[in-house]
């Protein structure tokens, strides 16, 4: 009895916690899926129950959302390699005891707490010739390397990679954060005694910190796939729109079938097929990452 | 939860109407009307600023599914949207009022203005044919060019191209490392949709658009496709160049206004733009040059800003009396001049002046997909805009576009 009322005291303090994340978490989940099985158009009160046929359709016949996936896909690897090695090295060099480590830490912070629509608009001052300065154009010039020139975010065939950078740039504050507390968690201990032993710095790193940080590094690449995918908001601020397709992806894809088909229930199952695709690759990256572990103890 | 348990809507004003609009250049004029109105009417009315446009539709969808609308409010969108509004009876009709006392109210706007509002007999959306908004203001969008620009390249600065070809040969005297040629906002596709429908009527004729519309006639047909390659056309005469696919329109009026850019292809709201940008800009507006002499250009026009009525709501007599008050003549001609824009009743034109006349005269030239009998399906315009802007850079033949826009118009017929 004395048991029963403890735990039931216990569910009690953690009741209005529960309460609000299943009223603003679970049930919009649950509508959300709800409605993706309708062809609601976001106004009306009828929706009709159509079964699997938006999900069908995302499958099979629109290529526009597959393509918005690549894209997005693409910003994704090049921000889990570019990103994350620069956000690691720099968390590496600022776990040491080096001068000015506060200010470098301040600084590396700033980009991620900047909106993102700021961030859009002063790349896009730094990279446009025509309502920017085009300086990296200039300092290209500047330094000889003319050759390399271009029209950032008007040539098709690197707007997204301009993009990618730009998104890695905002976003390598937080993995540097994440990777910092994991490096500094690190005992000094175990490097002292494997100094002592004659290990190298090298070493230290395969043996020590690498193996000690993969669930952080699972963590941040985790966290950098969902950031990713989701991302759309920089793009506006860079190029304004889908850039005829090269720079489309999900979530301006679910926006447009809200928005300018007034197909909600589509965009609804849009929004859940994106949501499990990132669930299942989530879910594999988190596998791989543990068995890569293992090999590695 | 003491939030979630204890809050509630606010007490209603029976005296008090609320209008939601997104329209930032005439926030301050419409708080000034509404001092007046007070003073005359003892109600007051009040204006809530919702922007940008974007945020402000999504705003009105979300309270439309919520059933939580204003009093007044506006939709931004396309007419099925209208319409899905009016079928969810969110939306009151306005055709008795309009039409007490012999239509008086009603025949006091430009009748352009009007059919963005009104849903005719057998119509295709199924709504009950009437009138369900009321017109504030209306547009044209035409194509401007600046003068000083044309002086230095050798034109005359009082007269803009004649004719396509005029049009393109003028691309020959553009160096683009002192100003661009064309600038618009095409990255969002609906400006490229006005650029392109005008030049479609011209080619083939309004007719030959409509039966595209209703499937009797293929985007790949041959005029279609001539309509593409007006873009690849104006894309090597250097009238366009990449830059503008990702041009949002803000930035196509601030290259515009700082004399980047020799032509811009905007709306009538520029005008209060480009006057808060520079004041000193001079430029003009001209009709977009003809390719086809033997049919008539015309313009996306008439459809400006309407206001509408809440059905649900309890003060619809009294929102009524205020719109019909913001219409009359004295009302229109002070928000004109105080925000340079065009507006909807037609007997409040005396005192436009400069570039406002300019558009004005569009309005002869106006049409509007939103008052034809049939509308074409967003996804097909997506196509159409994507596809453009793919020809602009390069990226596909007028050809190709054609055929991917009518494979996906068959997909969706």
């Avoid at chain 2, 980047?260 to 733009?273: H, I, T």
């Amino acid at each position: 009895m004395k048991k029963l009322k403890s735990t039931l005291e216990n569910y009690a303090f953690i009741l209005p916690a529960l309460l609000i994340f299943f009223i603003f978490y679970v049930i919009p989940f649950i509508w959300v899926f709800q409605f993706s099985l309708t062809n609601w158009d976001g106004i009306q009160p009828i929706k009709k129950f159509i079964g699997l046929d938006n999900f069908k359709e995302i499958l099979f016949t629109d290529k526009s959302w597959w393509r918005a996936f690549l894209n997005a896909g693409y910003i994704c690897l090049i921000a889990l390699i570019f990103q994350n090695t620069l956000a690691f090295l720099l968390a590496l060099a600022c776990s040491r005891k080096i001068r000015f480590r506060n200010f470098y830490q301040t600084v590396f912070f700033i980009p991620p707490i900047l909106s993102e629509i700021v961030v859009g608009m002063v790349w896009r001052f730094i990279l446009n010739d025509i309502d920017g300065a085009n300086i990296l154009n200039r300092l290209l010039n500047f330094i000889g390397l003319s050759q390399f020139v271009n029209k950032w975010l008007a040539n098709p065939n690197i707007v997204l990679t301009t993009i990618a950078f730009v998104h890695s740039w905002k976003g390598f504050g937080w993995g540097f954060l994440i990777f910092l507390a994991g490096l500094v968690a690190i005992p000094t201990e175990l490097y002292e005694a494997a100094i002592l032993d004659g290990a190298s710095s090298l070493k230290c790193f395969r043996k020590i910190t690498l193996p000690l940080m993969l669930p952080v590094i699972a963590l941040v690449s985790i966290l950098t796939i969902l950031g990713t995918m989701q991302g759309f908001v920089l793009i506006l601020g860079l190029v304004g729109g889908e850039f005829a397709g090269y720079a489309s992806v999900p979530v301006l894809r679910i926006l447009a079938a809200m928005r300018d088909y007034l197909r909600f229930g589509y965009a609804c199952a849009q929004g859940v097929s994106l949501g499990l695709i990132l669930v299942i690759v989530s879910f594999i990256q988190y596998k791989l990452l543990k068995k890569f572990r293992k090999i590695i103890a | 939860m003491f939030f979630l348990f204890t809050s509630c809507q606010p007490k209603q004003n029976e005296n008090t109407i609320i209008v939601w609009h997104w329209m930032t250049d005439r926030q301050p004029v419409f708080e000034e009307l509404s001092k007046i109105y007070y003073q005359k009417t003892g109600i007051t009315v009040r204006f809530e600023l919702y922007a940008p446009s974007e945020a402000y539709a999504q705003k009105v969808r979300s309270a439309a599914q919520g059933r939580n609308l204003p009093d007044i409010f506006g939709i931004l969108g396309e007419k099925r949207e209208f319409a899905s509004f009016i079928k969810a009876n969110l939306i009151l009709d306005l055709t008795p009022y309009m039409e007490k006392d012999f239509s008086n109210w009603k025949n006091s706007f430009f009748p352009e203005a009007i059919m963005v509002n009104e849903f005719k007999k057998n119509n295709t959306y199924g709504v009950k044919p009437g009138v369900y908004g009321v017109p504030i203001d209306v547009m044209t969008i035409q194509l401007l060019y600046n003068k000083k620009l044309f002086e230095k390249i050798g034109l005359d600065p009082e007269k803009p191209p004649q004719d396509f070809d005029e049009f393109l040969k003028i691309g020959e005297k553009i160096n683009d490392k002192d100003f661009l040629g064309l600038v618009s906002g095409w990255s969002e596709i609906w400006l490229i949709e006005c650029f392109l429908t005008s030049y479609a009527i011209n080619i083939m004729g309004y007719e030959k658009v409509i039966d595209t519309i209703k499937g009797k006639v293929s985007y790949t047909d041959s005029d279609w496709i001539k309509v593409f390659e007006l873009f690849q056309k104006m894309r090597e005469a250097k009238l366009l160049s990449n830059d503008i696919v990702g041009m949002v329109n803000k930035t196509a009026e601030q290259i515009f206004a700082n004399n980047k850019a020799l032509f811009a292809f905007n709306g009538s709201w520029c005008v209060n733009v480009y006057k808060t940008m520079n004041p000193k800009l001079e430029y003009g507006v001209f009709l977009p040059p003809k390719v086809n002499k033997d049919n008539p250009m015309v313009i996306r026009g008439g459809a400006g800003s309407s206001f509408m009525v809440n059905s649900a709501s309890t003060k619809k007599e009294k929102a009524i009396e205020f719109l019909r008050w913001l219409t009359e003549t004295e009302q229109q001609i002070y928000l004109a001049k105080a925000t340079n824009n065009l507006p909807a009743n037609k007997y409040s034109l005396k005192e436009l002046l400069g570039p406002l006349v300019d558009f004005l005269k569009g309005m002869e030239y106006a049409t509007h997909p939103n008052i034809w009998e049939i509308r074409e399906k967003a996804e097909v315009i997506e196509a159409i805009g994507s596809g453009v802007q793919l020809i602009i850079l390069g990226k596909k033949s007028a050809k190709e576009v054609a055929e991917e826009v009518q494979r996906i118009k068959e997909r969706n017929f």
